[in-house]
């Protein structure tokens, strides 16, 4: 049976009816149309399906639409400030982090949520933060410098 | 895309409902918490439960409370919530440093210590520790409640000793004694991602700052069908004084403890060397610990 759930993304509230079998991957992209989170593995080992989830980065594949009912999410649709990147985007892009885009939004998201809890990481604690996403064109030395860039201009 | 078979979603707001509807379906219903375990085996075809009920919403379920002698951990307290606690990190070291190497950090924001436990996978992380430091589980179900040791309560792969009609709801660790120290050992392929190809928990006791081992407590993991004690390598350490030969002769005696199995992840042979290597690491470095270097 349906159930009737209230979704708040990227700050605006969405009303939708899902099966309990759908994940929030699925939703996002399905019924929301926000495309953006990408569905790789479906089984919580790639990240391409990053969201954030009430503060805390998570693998949206395996999290079920119902579950999260009322809450937060994040997506990388709305890291942007309209027309203006938001300072991890513009430091992968000009980084050159960028080669297919799929783990993007991911590494993105991942990023983001490290940089507002530690604004200054090492290079471990950044490699450790994205180590739950996966980027098969393996451009992992362009994206930890973009990362650390983002870090600078974002102090400033 | 894996797509998950139907099923009924039931959210309760309190422990009594949750109980009472687990009782209800009979054998049908199944708990959800993190989902990262469950979802990935109903995605895969192997589970279809009738109906997942989700604790997410009862209070009280996923903080850390003291006790009289020690912490009971909530059972859906997420792991880097878990990472998150000072307490943690100072008194039960071992724990944290087992969390901090589950899954990835994204895996870590949903997996919850309750479903590692239950879910109960020979390579787990987090049983070795507890197991070291002594937990106790307890289990809910309607009207009743029960305490089992964690060594009792798994049985082996993806087995336990939980009723279908029972919740675990927290976990019972002592706060440990004066000079103890413990590790935990985890060897992986990659720092990420990763189950482990052996693993090893520590826990040691001296009766003094200078003194004998008073209770020592060795686990291996990945090595046998559960988390398992090195029983000779345990009675070999306890009442002596902690030398660097004492410790090689547990370690050695450790490795004729296990039983493991040859896979894609490690031979049988490599498995038993590595538990002789780690059990050493781990004593000495559960020895420094006491020693505060
Ligand atoms: C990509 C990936 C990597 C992983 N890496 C690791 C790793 O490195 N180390 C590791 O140990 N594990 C790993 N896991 C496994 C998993 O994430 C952990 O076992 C996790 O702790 C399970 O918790 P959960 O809350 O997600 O459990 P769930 O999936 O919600 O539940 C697991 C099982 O426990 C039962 N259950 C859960 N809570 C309760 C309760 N309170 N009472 C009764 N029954 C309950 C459920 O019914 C189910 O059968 C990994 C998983 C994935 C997908
Ligand atoms: S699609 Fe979710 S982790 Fe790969
Ligand atoms: S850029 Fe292609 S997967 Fe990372």
């Known amino acids: ?156 | 895309m894996h797509l998950l078979p139907k099923f009924d979603f039931y959210e309760a707001y309190d422990m009594g409902e949750a109980c009472k509807v687990l009782a209800e379906m009979k054998s049908e219903g199944k708990i959800i918490a993190g989902g990262t375990d469950i979802m990935v085996n109903m995605k895969k075809g192997l589970l279809s439960p009738k109906c997942l009920i989700s604790l997410a919403r009862i209070p009280g379920l996923s903080g850390i409370e003291p006790t009289s002698g020690g912490i009971a951990i909530g059972s859906n307290l997420i792991v880097s919530k878990l990472l998150e606690f000072d307490l943690i990190r100072k008194k039960y070291n071992l724990l944290s440093k087992a969390a901090s190497v589950l899954g990835s950090p994204l895996i870590r924001n949903r997996a919850t210590i309750g479903g590692n436990i239950v879910t109960a996978r020979p390579a787990a992380d987090l049983p070795p520790p507890l197991m070291a430091m002594g937990a106790r589980v307890v289990l809910k179900s309607k009207g009743k409640e029960r305490e089992l040791a964690l060594d009792d309560f798994l049985v082996g792969p993806g087995q336990t000793k939980i009723k279908s009609t029972e919740i675990l709801v927290s976990i019972i660790v002592d706060e440990p004694p004066p000079f103890t120290g413990g590790d935990y050992i985890k060897l992986m392929h990659r720092n990420a991602l990763e189950i482990a190809i052996v693993a090893v928990a520590v826990q040691i006791t001296l009766d003094g700052p200078d003194g004998s081992i008073k209770n020592a407590r060795v686990i291996l993991s990945s090595v046998a069908p559960k988390a398992i004690h090195a029983v000779s390598a345990e009675k070999v350490l306890i009442g002596e004084k902690p030398t660097e030969k004492l410790f090689k002769k547990a370690a050695a005696l450790a490795s004729t403890d296990c039983t493991p199995i040859t896979d894609i992840r490690g031979g049988a042979q490599y498995r038993c060397a590595m538990v002789e290597t780690l059990t050493h690491r781990a004593l000495s470095a559960a020895l420094r610990q006491i020693k505060g270097k």
């Open chain 1, 1 to 156: 049976m349906k159930r009737i759930i209230t979704l708040n993304v990227n700050e605006k509230e969405y009303e939708v009816a899902v099966a309990p079998n759908r994940t929030l991957a699925q939703v996002l992209r399905e019924d929301l149309n926000l495309l953006g989170t990408k569905i790789g593995c479906d089984m919580g080992d790639c990240g391409a399906c990053t969201v954030i989830l009430d503060d805390r980065p998570v693998n949206s594949c395996l999290v079920l639409a119902v579950q999260a009912n009322e809450r937060k999410i994040t997506t990388i649709e709305g890291v942007a400030d309209g027309p203006h990147l938001h300072p991890v985007q513009q430091a992968f892009v000009e980084h050159g982090a960028i080669q297919c885009g799929f783990c993007s939004p991911g590494m993105i998201l991942s990023a983001k949520s490290l940089l507002e809890k530690n604004s200054k990481p090492t290079e471990y604690e950044i490699r450790e933060a994205l180590s739950g996403n996966l980027c098969r064109c393996t451009g992992y030395q362009k994206i930890v410098e973009a990362v650390k860039a983002a870090s600078q201009t974002m102090k400033k």
